[in-house]
């Protein structure tokens, strides 16, 4: 039988590829359709040059159709594919019901080197089931040339109101700035992501410590309302369809004063080859408001292999070497330094070259390490996750509390209606689930 992957690698890979060469199969790999992965499957040719016969075939999809397809795949056991892209909510909940394989590599993988917040949040039983291909929080990437312009400056954690009046300063109609862009595309992890830390950081939470909705708190009202009101007055017109594919564009051309997105975000705008506002580009931590707890996201997109697979050498066998040191040196030498996966290996933020052109370095591992998916509100929580709760109900209902938030931006419907309507459906979803 015929092997299929397709994979990056060093030359130092492949001489270790050569001599442990993987069987014959075709991998089948979910991922997502951004701008790391697209770029890793660019560099697949070093991978099949080093295991002639080799292939892979990539389904690659937006994040939202990417989680439904892959939730679908690994619940139905339909064995669509070999290789999954999933993140912190997904692997330890997948991991603990027998759905994914443990991952366990050679002594050269050096998983002591992954960032612990990261490889813990990967992991369940201490067993690791997804390996990091990067990974990220979430931080202000700001023109700094239009603050200052403005006479302002942006300090290191700033306060909602000093972004409210940063953003006001930004605005520039006539010229086609938006001071603020942020994510309001309905989805767990598009909308949802960004409000969710927003809301945390007024003091909100999903459930109380007894698993009832909350939903309707003054504190998400605040932080709904203080959104709704930030990009109908100073965000880009249709800002209930963005997400980060549509907002990143904007940014590269200079119409956001202002993103609060991914961390991995920066790797894009900073790059002169890709950006035109490269040199102006400046960054802070997430604002907060009554509390820093949960003010800024925690995620890693990562390689998983699901147990179903019949090609599950194979398949870590490609996860390995596409998570490795070596893959992230390879990136460096044909892509440059400041277009390497970040967020996932201590070894990275020590490499000069990457130091050196990645601006951006400092502030995302900051903001990396100061999340704590344990204690993400101002009060205690029974779940574990930032910007989601770690429970199988969730994708359901922050689905559904995702498309209320944008009815709401659109202005369709209120804000109370919208966290009323969410609010039920979250207490309906909850019982039915038996809490």
């Not at 689905?399 to 979250?426: F, K, P």
Request: net charge negative; proline share 4%; aromatic share 10%.
């Amino acid at each position: 039988m015929r092997k299929s992957i397709k994979i990056l690698a060093s030359s130092a890979i492949i001489a270790v590829a050569s001599s442990t060469a993987v069987q014959a199969g075709e991998l089948t790999i979910a991922t997502v359709n951004n701008g790391h992965m697209i770029k890793m499957q660019g560099l697949t040719h070093h991978f099949e040059a080093a295991n002639p016969g080799v292939t892979v075939n990539w389904v690659t999809l937006d994040e939202g159709t990417l989680r439904s397809r892959v939730t679908t795949d690994i619940a139905t056991k339909g064995g669509q594919f070999d290789v999954m892209t999933i993140g912190m909510y997904e692997a330890p909940m997948w991991g603990a019901k027998g759905w994914l394989n443990k991952l366990e590599f050679d002594a050269s993988y050096d998983t002591d080197d992954l960032l612990p917040a990261i490889r813990d949040g990967l992991s369940s039983g201490g067993n690791l089931y997804a390996a990091p291909f990067y990974g990220e929080s979430s931080m202000i990437m700001y023109r700094k040339d239009l603050l200052d312009a403005a006479g302002m400056s942006m300090p290191d954690n700033p306060t909602w109101g000093h972004v409210q009046d940063a953003a006001a300063a930004m605005t520039d109609r006539a010229n086609g700035v938006s001071g603020i862009c942020l994510r309001g595309k309905p989805g767990w992890g598009d909308n949802m992501a960004f409000l969710t830390t927003m809301a945390n950081s007024f003091g909100g939470k999903w459930f109380d410590e007894d698993w009832k909705p909350a939903l309707d708190s003054p504190a998400w009202n605040h932080a709904v309302s203080f959104y709704v009101d930030l990009l109908t007055k100073y965000g880009p017109p249709g800002s209930e369809g963005n997400s980060f594919g549509e907002i990143l564009p904007l940014t590269q051309t200079g119409k956001c004063g202002m993103w609060i997105d991914a961390t991995i975000a920066a790797s894009f705008i900073s790059d002169p080859a890709e950006s035109e506002v490269s040199d102006v580009i400046a960054y802070a931590q997430s604002p907060v408001a009554v509390t820093s707890r949960g003010a800024n996201w925690l995620w890693a997109w990562s390689l998983a292999v699901p147990a179903g697979t019949e090609q599950a050498e194979d398949a870590k066998a490609f996860v390995q070497w596409a998570t490795s040191k070596d893959y992230i040196a390879l990136v460096g030498k044909e892509l440059g330094w400041g277009s390497v996966p970040t967020g996932t290996r201590a070894s990275t933020y020590e490499i000069a070259e990457f130091k050196a052109a990645a601006n951006f370095a400092e502030a995302e591992l900051k903001a990396i390490n100061s999340a704590n998916p344990s204690f993400s509100s101002q009060d205690r929580t029974p779940y574990q996750g930032v910007q989601f709760a770690a429970i199988p109900e969730f994708q359901e209902i922050g689905a559904e509390v995702g498309q209320q938030m944008s009815a709401a931006l659109a202005g369709t419907i209120t804000v109370e209606q919208a966290l009323y309507n969410s609010q039920a459906y979250a207490v309906r979803a909850m019982k039915r689930a038996g809490y």
